[in-house]
């Protein structure tokens, strides 16, 4: 309650919040009845306004604490919390900083699990010595993976092409084109409609994601049926130009990713030279386009 009224909160607002827990009951369902009420020690209740702003409150000295901007970075997410460390020469760092992150979730009362908790690197000798690395804090080891989801999209780390969850979304934005186009509107409005409701679910997440070439193709056919009449001779591309809104789906994840990108490099400037030497190994690697391309940052 204390540390709630010195962030702001009003102090009846507290005595009111902290009341309504303390007299609780919680009631799980059982094959459709329900079981017997109990005091939950340690949750908050879920669609409450209140409980993201609680669970940021009791975090953000382990951002203070931690963060260093460059080198260490934090996000919390309600009980979420992920800890980055740029570049090899910071990898001690970065253990030594997890294990006092770990340290302060045990303090405030947490239990951390060990089952969902896992680690990650784009480096292989660094993944094989984290498998082996034990942690003091939770007396236990923790595994490593190569490719996992965050905020929506599927991040890897491996040089892998896993798109499992974006490749999805597409399957249902090719379901969603088609009903788009059975609506009784014209082709202009439609346009509309797949800008708005069919892509911007479809390509979701995909400035991290890898997206899958043939289902990607597949979402372009699907669009290019619903805004305009099918025809063995139909140029794709000069149907899409005859359009103001950009919907041919390549054309809107790579213009998704370089805004992205921008968005980046304006708000973090300690990611340029990062991003100048991913640049350079794509450039050294002869990927088409890039050979005789500068990077200004």
Same mark, same amino acid.
């Given at each position: 309650?204390?540390?709630?009224?010195?962030? &702001?909160?009003? @102090?009846?607002?507290?005595?009111?919040?902290?009341?309504?827990?303390?007299?609780?009951?919680?009631?799980?369902?059982?094959?459709?009845?329900?079981?017997?009420?109990?005091?939950?020690?340690?949750? *908050?209740? %879920? &669609?409450?306004?209140?409980?993201?702003?609680?669970?940021?409150?009791? #975090? /953000?000295?382990?951002?203070?604490?931690?963060?260093?901007?460059?080198?260490?970075?934090?996000?919390?997410?309600?009980?979420?919390?992920?800890?980055?460390?740029?570049?090899?020469?910071?990898?001690?760092?970065?253990?030594?900083?997890? @294990?006092?992150?770990?340290?302060?979730?045990?303090?405030?009362?947490?239990?951390?699990?060990?089952?969902?908790?896992?680690?990650?690197?784009?480096?292989?000798?660094?993944?094989?010595?984290?498998?082996?690395?034990?942690?003091?804090? *939770?007396?236990?080891?923790?595994?490593?993976?190569?490719?996992? /989801?965050?905020?929506?999209?599927?991040?890897?780390?491996?040089?892998?092409?896993?798109?499992?969850?974006?490749?999805?979304?597409?399957?249902? &934005?090719?379901?969603?084109?088609?009903?788009?186009?059975?609506?009784?509107?014209?082709?202009?409005?439609?346009?509309?409609? =797949?800008?708005?409701? +069919? #892509?911007?679910?479809?390509?979701?997440?995909?400035?991290?994601?890898?997206?899958?070439?043939?289902?990607?193709?597949?979402?372009?056919?699907?669009?290019?049926?619903? *805004?305009?009449?099918?025809?063995?001779?139909?140029?794709?591309?000069?149907?899409?130009?005859?359009?103001?809104?950009?919907?041919?789906?390549?054309?809107?994840?790579?213009?998704?990713?370089?805004?992205?990108?921008?968005?980046?490099?304006?708000?973090?400037?300690?990611?340029?030279?990062? =991003?100048?030497?991913?640049?350079?190994?794509?450039? %050294?690697?002869?990927?088409?386009?890039?050979?005789?391309? +500068?990077?200004?940052?």
């Amino acid at each position: 309650s204390f540390l709630f009224i010195q962030a &702001g909160m009003p @102090k009846r607002v507290v005595d009111a919040y902290m009341r309504f827990h303390d007299q609780l009951i919680v009631y799980n369902t059982v094959a459709g009845g329900l079981g017997v009420g109990y005091h939950k020690r340690c949750s *908050i209740p %879920q &669609g409450c306004p209140f409980s993201m702003r609680i669970i940021a409150i009791l #975090l /953000r000295p382990a951002i203070m604490l931690l963060e260093i901007p460059g080198e260490l970075l934090m996000r919390i997410l309600a009980d979420d919390v992920i800890m980055v460390g740029l570049g090899h020469e910071n990898i001690k760092l970065f253990v030594e900083s997890y @294990k006092r992150l770990l340290t302060f979730m045990l303090d405030l009362g947490s239990k951390v699990s060990v089952e969902k908790s896992f680690l990650f690197s784009n480096d292989e000798p660094a993944r094989t010595w984290m498998r082996n690395l034990f942690w003091a804090p *939770i007396q236990s080891t923790l595994k490593v993976v190569t490719n996992f /989801r965050d905020l929506g999209a599927h991040l890897n780390l491996a040089g892998t092409n896993n798109g499992s969850t974006l490749t999805e979304r597409m399957r249902l &934005g090719i379901a969603k084109a088609g009903r788009v186009g059975r609506l009784p509107f014209d082709y202009a409005v439609k346009v509309n409609f =797949i800008e708005s409701a +069919t #892509l911007s679910a479809a390509v979701y997440g995909c400035e991290a994601t890898y997206a899958s070439e043939s289902m990607r193709d597949k979402l372009t056919s699907a669009v290019a049926n619903t *805004i305009s009449p099918k025809a063995t001779r139909r140029s794709n591309n000069l149907m899409f130009s005859l359009f103001s809104k950009e919907v041919e789906p390549r054309a809107v994840i790579l213009l998704r990713r370089v805004n992205m990108l921008r968005r980046m490099v304006g708000k973090n400037p300690f990611l340029h030279d990062f =991003i100048k030497d991913i640049w350079a190994t794509y450039s %050294q690697l002869s990927f088409p386009g890039t050979s005789a391309t +500068t990077l200004v940052c």
